[in-house]
């Protein structure tokens, strides 16, 4: 059975989450090479691919009192866009490095939509938004929250893994692709999970185990889809 996690937890893919990623890895590092040779459609195709990435990147940097106050895909939009113009400023090679890349610059825009409340927000500041770059968790989502910092190459393969994680809530259901993010990705406590879905808690908490085994399932038919 799935195991709950605390409100404040950050996501815990499944252990599934941990299967070979070197043909997905190879393709984008195949799109990385191709459209730094001019090729526009290698470039789309890259940038299409981690769409869904750098959309779940934005929701969990995003800080959770912000989260009804600012649209992730505001954030998603600036991001890529960004992406695409300092394209030719990344310097990486791997799908590894370019991902990690894209997920740096969702930190920076999401900790300045954060500053920008602090800002112009009328109530206090220190109360509504909480600027502490500890928050940043530009590291990753952790796969095992109890392992040690990991190195760069780990870096690597986990942003790779988690653009498995990404791809596969695409493929779900609306309604387990929903409660995941917003319990796993969010955090947000299962009384709210439940009235944004019009739901009880209690049939939120069933959804949810069903949701985590759906994934797990996804991702071990995307370890075999090759």
């Known amino acids: 059975m799935a195991r709950d996690i605390g409100t404040d937890s950050p996501p815990v893919p499944p252990p599934a989450a941990t299967v070979s990623t070197d043909e997905r890895g190879a393709r984008i590092a195949g799109w990385l090479e191709a459209a730094r040779r001019g090729d526009g459609a290698a470039r789309d195709r890259l940038f299409d691919a981690c769409r869904s990435y750098v959309d779940l990147a934005a929701r969990y940097h995003l800080q ?124 947000l406590p299962f009384e709210e999970v439940a009235r944004r879905m019009g739901r009880s808690a209690g049939a939120c908490r069933m959804l949810w185990m069903r949701a985590i085994a759906s994934l797990r399932d996804e991702l071990a038919a995307n370890a075999t889809d090759r």
């Open 64 to 187: 959770r009192r912000l989260q009804a106050k600012v649209d992730a895909s505001d954030i998603v939009q600036q991001s890529l866009l960004e992406a695409h113009r300092g394209f030719e400023r990344f310097t990486g090679e791997t799908a590894g490095e370019w991902l990690a890349w894209l997920k740096r610059i969702v930190v920076h825009n999401a900790f300045d939509e954060a500053k920008r409340w602090r800002g112009t927000a009328k109530r206090d500041a220190g109360r509504e938004v909480a600027l502490d770059r500890a928050d940043d968790r530009s590291s990753a989502w952790p796969l095992d929250p109890a392992s040690p910092e990991p190195s760069p190459s780990q870096h690597a393969v986990r942003g790779e893994q988690e653009l498995l994680v990404a791809v596969a809530l695409e493929r779900l259901p609306e309604d387990h692709r929903d409660i995941l993010l917003l319990r796993n990705i969010e955090r």
